[in-house]
């Protein structure tokens, strides 16, 4: 089976700007989360993705936008970019019954670093 | 406010013996625990979980006890090997909210010496 896959690795972009991340699902899981991680911390939610929906946020604006594809891939969308933005953004799927309840496990992706200048 | 902590941002310990890392939550509505290893340009993986309705976990040379009136919770791992040299994170999740939605600290960062 496949992991989660996300690309870019690395990114740099200028303040004001927008960026778009990608995730790959591992197989056989339904729902996307995503996480920031900045230097020395501990990833913060963002938000989770099932069925195509968002399922949650965390205490993130709403320039942080994302989607769900039908083959459960999905995209972080950050618009207008500021220099607190620098982080390393991971992707994290799961397989969740029903969307909202069970003790499921995340599988991470390695991570894209976004740097805004 | 952080809601999950991890107050040892790092542990040192001689291979062969125990590591102890330790977690401290406030939020009352948690009621399920992991615990995830970071290697280096690598995602966190998943190392075991507890949920509130137990008091400890054993998975080969890891156990997580779980001290709900303490709001604590502990990953012990015996015997260290170097190859355990990762951050750790740990994580709190409501059983409703589903462990995609996890509350993580900040980590701590185990070396384990030959």
């Known amino acids: 089976e496949t992991g989660v896959t996300q690309s870019p690795t690395h990114l740099i972009k200028t303040r004001g700007q927008q960026v778009t991340l990608r995730c790959s699902s591992q197989?056989?899981?339904?729902?996307v989360s995503w996480y920031q991680q900045a230097l020395g911390q501990g990833p913060q939610f963002i938000f989770q993705?099932?069925?195509?929906?968002?399922?949650g946020r965390g205490n993130f604006p709403p320039r942080f936008s994302g989607l769900q594809f039908p083959n459960y891939s999905s995209e972080l969308n950050v618009n207008a970019l500021e220099l607190d933005d620098s982080a390393l953004y991971l992707c994290?799927?799961?397989?969740?019954?029903?969307?909202?309840?069970?003790?499921?496990?995340?599988?991470f992706g390695a991570g894209s670093r976004l740097t805004v200048l | 406010d952080q809601q999950v902590k991890q107050n040892s941002p790092s542990l040192s310990v001689q291979e062969g013996r125990i590591s102890i890392l330790n977690c401290d939550y406030t939020?009352?509505?948690?009621?399920?625990f992991l615990w995830y290893k970071k290697y280096p340009a690598e995602g966190p993986t998943f190392l075991i979980s507890i949920s509130s309705i137990k008091d400890k976990n054993e998975d080969g040379r890891f156990t997580v006890f779980l001290n709900k009136s303490a709001k604590h919770l502990s990953l012990h791992i015996v015997p260290s090997q170097p190859g355990d040299s990762a951050v750790y994170f740990c994580?709190?999740?409501?059983?409703?909210?589903?462990?995609?939605?996890?509350?993580f600290g900040d980590g701590t960062t185990l070396t384990v010496k030959p």
């Open positions: 994580a709190a999740s409501g059983w409703r909210t589903n462990a995609g939605k996890s509350t």
């Open positions: 993705y099932y069925r195509e929906e968002e399922n």
């Open positions: 939020n009352s509505m948690f009621d399920y």
């Open positions: 994290a799927s799961s397989l969740v019954a029903g969307g909202s309840s069970g003790a499921n496990v995340l599988t």
């Open positions: 197989s056989g899981h339904n729902t």
